[in-house]
Each structure stands twice: as structure tokens, then as C-alpha cells.
């Protein structure tokens, strides 16, 4: 099956610094990427949706200026996490689909750790 | 808004047993799809088994089924023969055809003991 791979897998970092993890495709091209913020024992909730050289879409309470997306290639997405703060420490997971959208499949990453001191 | 909900946070059973997970779901969609999704301690999310809407026929992928009920928007997925590796968090999930994106329930701490 088709692949996505998230770097880095865990990332710790002081509060008021900037932190970019990478979503990729693999072996597809995916034309929409998601980013899913998952809290301890809780459920995967979205944070936006980006497609291929244009802005990411938000979910409702989603600060766009603190979690910039950024999908410059069809492989590629990146999610930035700036002036991190202790309370953005969090599971970040992307997924990726390719031109047919959810009516073929959704590809997960393996998910990066944040941890903000 | 489309919702999704799991109302066991927990269930635990033998190895070997059948155990089923519920799901229920609210949309005025008719064309959408239903997802399972299973989560080890990896946190590695693995698609389990999917339904599209407009087939009246319920999936099965090996030991796992659903019984999808459209009119009661009732979406269950049932594991046979247990086994320790389905230890994990399954989550339901929703989509509709325009939106592309997924919307998941709270999910359900399942636990395979032998």
C-alpha cells in the first residue's frame, strides 16, 4: 500500500521556538493533505486541509498564524508549529489521499510527538 | 455538522472470543463512506475496513465485519477470533463525498487479554 512518512517521529523543544515537521508522500502523488491533532486518550481532530499550491483550509478554532501549513509539491506538506508554547505539546498526524480523494484512500503518517518545555 | 460517536470507551475480552464496537453517526448526507480505524501503541493509524453508504451489502475484511444500518445510522464492526495483536484504540470515522475529510468518533480502548 501506498506510503506516508512524517519526520521528525518526536521532537522536544523550548517554549517560544518554532517547530516544523514534514509530511511525505511516498510512492503517490497526493494532491490533499490533512493534519489531525490527537491529545493523550482522545480522538484525532482536524486542523486543516491543505491542497497542492494553494492555502490550507482551517477548522474552526484553529489558529492559522500559530500552526502554518504549508503544501509546496505534491509530495510534500509541511506543518509549522510557531512560538511553541508547553499547551501546543501534542501527537501531530498527517494523512494524505491521492487525486480521487476519499472515494479511493486515505494514507496515514506515523504520527510526530511535540513535546514544548 | 456531521458527528460520530463511540459510547464504550473501554471493552475487554478473551483471546479467541468475538467482540463488537459500536458506532452511530448523525448526517443528512446520502452518499458517504464509514471507516474503521485501528491504532496500537504505535499510534499508527491502520485502516481496517470501509463502507461505502450506497452498498447495501455489509463489509468484511477477514475476521472483521460491519453491520451497517443506514436507517438508524448505526455503523458496529465485529472482530472474530480475537486475537492479542487487535489490542488497540479503534476509532469510527465519517466522510461525505464533497468534503474529503474525515470526522472521527472518541473511540474504544479495546483490549485482547489471553
Known amino acids: 500500500g501506498a506510503v506516508v512518512s512524517q519526520h521528525p517521529s518526536r521532537v522536544i523543544c523550548k517554549s517560544g521556538t518554532s517547530v516544523k515537521i514534514e509530511c511525505r508522500s511516498l510512492?503517490?502523488?497526493?494532491?490533499?493533505m490533512f493534519w489531525y491533532r490527537q491529545f493523550p486518550k482522545q480522538s484525532l481532530m482536524l486542523m486543516a486541509t491543505s491542497n497542492e499550491g494553494s492555502k490550507a483550509t482551517y477548522e474552526q478554532g484553529v489558529e492559522k498564524d500559530k500552526f502554518l501549513i504549508n503544501h509546496a509539491s505534491l509530495t510534500l506538506s509541511t506543518l509549522t508549529v510557531t512560538s511553541a508554547h508547553p499547551e501546543d505539546s501534542s501527537f501531530y498526524i498527517c494523512?494524505?489521499?491521492?487525486?480521487?480523494?476519499?472515494?479511493?484512500?486515505?494514507?496515514f503518517g506515523e504520527g510526530s510527538r511535540l513535546t514544548v518545555l | 455538522a456531521q458527528t460520530v460517536t463511540q459510547s464504550q470507551p473501554e471493552m475487554s475480552v478473551q483471546e479467541a472470543e468475538t467482540v463488537t464496537l459500536s458506532c452511530t453517526y448523525d448526517t443528512s448526507e446520502s452518499n458517504y463512506y464509514l471507516f474503521w480505524y485501528k491504532q496500537p501503541p504505535s499510534r499508527q493509524m491502520i485502516l481496517v475496513i470501509r463502507q461505502e453508504a450506497y452498498k447495501q451489502q455489509n463489509a468484511t475484511e477477514n475476521r472483521f465485519s460491519v453491520n451497517f444500518q443506514k436507517a438508524a445510522k448505526s455503523f458496529s464492526l465485529k472482530i472474530s477470533d480475537s486475537q492479542l495483536g487487535d489490542t488497540a484504540m479503534y476509532f469510527c470515522?465519517?466522510?461525505?463525498?464533497?468534503?474529503?475529510?474525515?470526522?472521527f468518533g472518541q473511540g474504544t480502548r479495546l483490549t485482547i487479554n489471553p
Open positions: 494523512s494524505a489521499t491521492g487525486g480521487r480523494g476519499l472515494t479511493g484512500e486515505l494514507f
Open positions: 470515522a465519517f466522510t461525505d463525498q464533497g468534503a474529503q475529510k474525515l470526522v
Open positions: 510512492d503517490f502523488q497526493a494532491t490533499t
